[in-house]
Nanobody, 117 residues
Framework: HVQFVESGGGFVQPGGSLRLSCAAS????????IGWYRQAPGKQHEEVAR???????HYADSVGGRFTISRDNANLTVYLQMNSLKPEDTAVYYC???????????WGRGTQVIVSS
């Protein structure tokens, strides 16, 4: 099954931006709906955004207008552009194969995002 490697996290001040990348391990990635998720300390995974194979997107209310998800099927990669970051965006960010309810795949290592002044 497809596996993912997330990267691009870091430390940023409120109002700043980061671009996360998610590299998939196999070509079947191209047909999947891919979701970005995050997990804050002490909380469960939360869906942030998702994108279909042909580019339709959906965002959580908490990030709409600030985050943009995109994908490059040729390079098996999904991106999450995060602007106007807030301290409450602090979390480990993961990507996964989306389906209603819990994601379809296993969790990777994720990439840590810390938003703080």
């Amino acid at each position: 099954h497809v596996q993912f490697v997330e990267s691009g996290g870091g430390f940023v001040q409120p109002g700043g931006s980061l671009r996360l990348s998610c590299a998939a391990s196999e070509i079947m990635f191209r047909v999947y709906v891919i979701g970005w998720y995050r997990q804050a300390p002490g909380k469960q995974h939360e869906e942030v955004a998702r994108i279909t194979s042909n580019g339709f997107t959906h965002y959580a209310d908490s990030v709409g207008g600030r985050f943009t998800i995109s994908r490059d099927n040729a390079n098996l990669t999904v991106y999450l552009q995060m602007n106007s970051l807030k301290p409450e965006d602090t979390a480990v960010y993961y990507c996964n194969v989306w389906k209603p309810g819990d994601p379809a795949g296993s969790w990777g290592r994720g990439t840590q995002v810390i938003v703080s002044s």
